[in-house]
């Protein structure tokens, strides 16, 4: 897989407590959203985002950053200063192009923690589809929300970038889960769980997210060549 820029569907039937602790899992907040399949684009239905950005704020306001040996750490640094570099000026392009800052945005306080590549958990709110936050892999602990109330036009905008590679939706609507999987351009799905990879199950993407699978026989089958042998037989006489 070659990278993503994964959606995080929720419906207004899901618990608002449930719907954050969903996006905070999901974003790998833990990797400092250094993860392919995190979700970093969150559609959110009307009727439920008041309450969600509630919930989510108080999680993503209280998570620790500190270097791995601190036990008490649960966000890292960005893994170069380049990556660093990159992330904040998505930071910018977001408040530019006119998103809402909700929390972090920047380098934390903590003087300990400026001489590492450390950017806090940050929320855009009220992002539009075409900013370049909501289209471009960011790579890092930046998560984009945008609201919808219309079904259809929330698949369009789903789709609407060239990556593929995960989704995941939260509803207790079956029929809908099943509707929205098979127009979702992605090559997995997670519903009403944050991630995680089952062994056997093939793990990939369509579009820019690359070709194949992996953790799965087709991981094996792509070392592999198929080769045809047709052979006529002498007959008895």
Known sequence: ??????????????????????????????????????TSRVFVHRALHDAFIEALLRRVTALRLGPPEAE????????????????????????REGARLLCGGGPPDDP????????????????RPEMRIAQEEI???????????????MIR???????????????????????????????????????GHALGLPYGGIKQSGIGREECLDELLSYTQIKSLRMRLPTDS
């Open 157 to 195: 905008q789903v789709n609407g970038v060239i990556y593929g590679l995960s989704a995941a939706i939260y509803t207790r609507d079956y029929a809908g889960i099943h509707r929205l999987a098979r127009r979702i351009e992605a090559g997995y799905i997670w519903v009403n769980i944050p991630g």
């Open 112 to 127: 300990a923690l400026r001489r590492g590549f450390f950017v806090e958990p940050t929320i855009f709110d009220h992002v």
């Open 1 to 38: 897989e070659l990278g993503g820029k994964n959606p995080l569907i929720l419906f207004p039937d899901v618990p608002s407590d449930e719907a954050a602790d969903a996006a905070v899992g999901a974003m790998n907040f833990n990797r400092a959203g250094q993860s392919c399949s995190s």
């Open 72 to 95: 008490d750490s649960q966000v890292g640094c960005l893994v170069s200063r380049e990556q660093y570099e990159k992330v904040l000026s998505y930071i910018d392009a977001g408040q």
């Open 139 to 153: 790579f890092g602990p930046v998560i984009s929300i945008l609201t919808w109330d219309d079904e259809e036009e």
